[in-house]
T-cell receptor
Framework: SAVISQKPSRDICQRGTSLTIQCQVD?????MFWYRQQPGQSLTLIAT?????????ESGFVIDKFPISRPNLTFSTLTVSNMSPEDSSIYLC???????????FGPGTRLTVT | GQNIDQPTEMTATEGAIVQINCTYQ??????LFWYQQHAGEAPTFLSY????GLEEKGRFSSFLSRSKGYSYLLLKELQMKDSASYLC?????????FGAGTTVTVRA
């Protein structure tokens, strides 16, 4: 298994600003992902964070809006850029260890944009 | 594309059994997962099926029929702490697509 931490746990931001969310895993992992979960809804994959190369984005998500870094096998960041109230959501990081296909999730970052 | 359907809500009595069904139509298939999510918390992994049949883990069991695009999660001897949302997710290559989740409420 893997233990995942995220910072910040929550934030309230003004529209037009940007927020960077950090995700730290307690061990080296093969895959890291970023999801969004809007209130009362299920998880939507934003992108796969690739170590040493550009992230792979899902349909509807673009790098200019959600730049992602993954400098090593235990850490990744997601930036939510030029925020609007529609970006208010919970952002979750997850990871696969490579020993199995299950993903382990971080506690999430609750973002409110005013 | 991915289409994953599960009931929105289910209610059951403490000590009873509840079965949550999930049907899927996906472009690829590398396994089906069930996750539990308590309100305000992150999803936690419950089970994984890649071959047809039943996988049992304590009070929780999960079944898969690939030919029918169907899975279920069986929760036995329900406890109050089992009140949560249960998410069905299909893996396609290295990506998970989630259903909308089934909120299970356990009543005393």
């Amino acid at each position: 298994s893997a233990v995942i931490s995220q910072k910040p746990s929550r934030d309230i931001c003004q529209r037009g600003t940007s927020l960077t969310i950090q995700c730290q895993v307690d061990s080296q992992v093969t895959m890291m992902f970023w999801y969004r979960q809007q209130p009362g809804q299920s998880l939507t994959l934003i992108a796969t964070a690739n170590q040493g190369s550009e992230a792979t984005y899902e349909s509807g998500f673009v790098i200019d809006k959600f730049p992602i870094s993954r400098p090593n096998l235990t850490f990744s960041t997601l930036t939510v850029s030029n925020m609007s109230p529609e970006d208010s959501s919970i952002y979750l990081c997850s990871a696969e260890t490579g020993t199995g296909y299950e993903q382990y999730f971080g506690p999430g970052t609750r973002l409110t944009v005013t | 594309g991915q289409n994953i359907d599960q009931p929105t809500e289910m209610t059951a009595t403490e000590g009873a059994i509840v079965q949550i069904n999930c049907t899927y139509q996906t472009s690829g298939f590398n396994g089906l997962f069930w996750y539990q999510q308590h309100a305000g918390e992150a999803p936690t992994f419950l089970s994984y099926n890649v071959l047809d049949g039943l996988e049992e883990k304590g009070r929780f069991s999960s079944f898969l029929s690939r030919s029918k695009g169907y899975s279920y999660l069986l929760l036995k001897e329900l406890q109050m702490k089992d009140s949560a949302s249960y998410l069905c997710a299909v893996r396609d290559r290295n990506k998970l697509s989630f259903g909308a989740g089934t909120t299970v409420t356990v009543r005393a």
